[in-house]
């Protein structure tokens, strides 16, 4: 089962420096991270800048897409050059459908603000303990999402990259 998480940190450079704890825990296969982008807000910006981790990327990446949709969503903002138009009430639904709610879109668009950064990640089989202790001492804030299999088949099927 893949789970996305959100760790939300109380500066701009936060999600910067857990990029490289994550890949830390990746290469001692202490998590398998399927996809991941991050959010920096600068204080002084109207909008975040978004960056999708290719190097942290498995095989079966969401691809840009999806992260441009979640992105515009939260900060209505079309991002990852994919313009929100008429098929993001589709799209969006199909969020609704794998867990990614109006709840999950509310609760970090209201703590993802100017000032913060945020780190994204499509992930599975993480060793919890240390995960967590990697973490600690960060200020970081965690939100997740639990996926089932069924959810993350779908969500793979609506924005998995073409071969």
Excluded: C, Y
């Excluded at 890949?23 to 398998?32: A, C, F, G, H, T």
């Excluded at 992260?67 to 900060?75: A, D, E, P, Q, R």
């Excluded at 313009?83 to 709610?101: S, Y």
């Excluded at 240390?130 to 960060?138: I, K, L, N, P, Y």
């Amino acid at each position: 089962m893949a789970t996305l998480t959100v760790w939300k940190f109380p500066d701009e450079n936060g999600a910067e420096q857990a990029v490289k704890t994550l890949e830390q825990l990746r290469r001692q296969e202490l998590i398998k991270v399927h996809d991941a982008a991050i959010v920096t807000w600068p204080p002084t910006s109207k909008k975040p800048r978004t960056r999708q981790l290719h190097n942290l990327a498995g095989a079966g990446a969401l691809g840009g897409a999806f992260w441009g949709l979640l992105f515009g969503l939260i900060f209505f903002i079309p991002l990852f050059g994919m313009a929100i138009g008429a098929a993001a009430g589709a799209i969006g639904g199909a969020l609704t459908d794998v867990g990614i709610d109006d709840d999950f879109i509310k609760r970090v668009r209201t703590q993802v603000t100017p000032g913060t950064s945020a780190l994204f990640a499509l992930t599975s089989d993480a060793v919890m303990d240390r995960v967590q202790g990697a973490f600690e001492g960060t200020k970081a804030e965690l939100l997740e999402t639990n996926l089932s299999k069924e959810d993350e088949a779908k969500l793979r099927e609506v924005f998995a990259e073409e071969e």
